[in-house]
């Protein structure tokens, strides 16, 4: 059984929907709740993502074709794993010398940065994850080590 042809492509656009949608709250900071508000976070996030996947699915990019199922998945997997622990670490320390740089109190800089680390990640690993998964299988490493 092989994956399925848009896997990676539909893993990669959610993601970046979910990290568009991140940086329109921050870009917007502290703003009124309005229904006018989240249409206009909701479209400029929409834009902002479709801009991102079509520059990422050009030319047939991040497609499957032929996979094995379990070969893939054990490669997503790890290649999820292996992103998730070093964006966490990465946005981890630069949150926590951004935030010490402002508050200069270790404990809550710490706690705040490790908390952006580990949440922002979440969002972030996937996207990538699906990319690098799709390099990998573009250079035919996983038809070499089964």
């Known amino acids: ?35 006018t508000f989240w249409l206009q976070l909701m479209g400029t996030s929409a834009v902002l993502s479709t801009a991102l996947c079509l520059i990422a699915f050009r030319k047939g990019r991040m497609r499957l074709e032929a996979v094995p199922l379990w070969p893939f998945l054990r490669l997503f997997v790890r290649q999820l794993a292996i992103v998730y622990a070093a964006s966490a670490f990465s946005i981890t320390g630069l949150s926590l010398a951004i935030i010490y740089a402002i508050t200069r109190s270790g404990f809550n800089a710490l706690a705040l940065a490790v908390l952006a680390g580990v949440w922002l990640s ?8 699906a990319f690098t998964t799709w390099r990998v299988l573009s250079t035919g490493t996983l038809k070499r080590t089964r």
């Open 1 to 35: 059984m092989n994956a399925p042809t848009h896997t990676l492509r539909v893993v990669f656009a959610l993601s970046m929907l979910a990290c568009s949608v991140i940086l329109m709250l921050f870009i917007r900071g502290r703003a009124e709740g309005s229904q």
């Open 122 to 129: 979440l969002w972030l690993a996937p996207g990538v994850a």
